[in-house]
């Protein structure tokens, strides 16, 4: 059956870098669409207004935050990638410090 989830992270307020982060989202490196689907998740999108973010994740049963969290930390390229997105990234109002995408709560369903 698997999971749905939806995530919020802001953009620095600067079109230059916006305009850089959804480049490097056209066509994202290959060992992080790798980290993404060998952990679990079979289906991912991004969507944007002004400088926030909005992601909705679905998974498999298998996914795990802290499985993916652990394996990411030990990846030197997923590393990489994220500290080259901490550039464009700032974390939204009530983020934890460290943070970056944060779950969202469902409010309403039809």
């Known amino acids: 059956m698997g ?39 079979t289906h991912m999108e991004i969507y944007r207004f002004d400088v926030r973010l909005f992601m909705i994740m679905e998974t498999d049963d298998s996914f795990s935050f802290e499985e993916k969290a652990a394996v990411d930390d030990a990846n030197p390229k997923v590393q990489e990638w994220e500290t080259l997105m901490w550039k464009y990234q700032q974390p939204v109002k009530g983020a934890l410090k460290g943070e970056k995408w944060v779950l969202m709560n469902k409010i309403f369903a039809l």
Do not use: N
Request: with cysteine; aromatic share 10%.
């Open 3 to 41: 999971h749905r989830y939806c995530l919020a992270l802001d953009l620095v307020d600067d079109e230059g870098l916006i305009a850089e982060y959804e480049k490097y989202h056209e066509a994202i490196w290959p060992e992080i669409r790798k980290s993404i689907v060998d952990s679990g998740i």
